[in-house]
């Protein structure tokens, strides 16, 4: 059964850190390129970040470079989004999902996990 598994997420001040977590299996993770992407209330859902399982290779959304940064532990098939200096407008509900390589595109993303709420205060 192919599942990913989101953690991390909680309350947090401006200016905090939060570090997500998406635990993977089912799937052969190595073959697999894992974004992340958030919805806030009343709006649509967006690509934040995406890393490569293969070569490593990063995308960031232009609203969050510089303060947040994705990796990847492949052993423990779970790739991190750390997030730094944080905003209330990062405040959305984060997911992570799984395509053959990285696009913003969330049509393309075969899995999906169940999200985990970020609350950013000001």
């Known amino acids: 059964e192919v599942q990913l598994v989101e953690s991390g997420g909680g309350l947090v001040q401006a200016g905090g850190s939060l570090r997500l977590s998406c635990a993977a299996s089912?799937?052969?993770?190595?073959?697999?390129?894992i974004g992340w992407f958030r919805q806030a209330p009343g709006k649509e859902r967006e690509g934040v970040s995406c890393i490569s399982s293969s070569d490593g290779s990063t995308y960031y959304a232009d609203s969050v470079k510089g303060r947040f940064t994705i990796s990847s532990d492949n052993a423990k098939n779970t790739v991190y989004l750390q997030m730094n200096s944080l905003k209330p407008e990062d405040t959305a509900l984060y997911y992570c999902?799984?395509?053959?390589?990285?696009?913003?595109?969330?049509?393309?993303?075969?899995?999906w996990g169940q999200g985990t709420q970020v609350t950013v205060s000001s």
């Open positions: 999902a799984a395509d053959y390589w990285c696009t913003w595109s969330e049509a393309g993303y075969d899995y």
């Open positions: 089912g799937f052969t993770f190595d073959d697999y390129a």
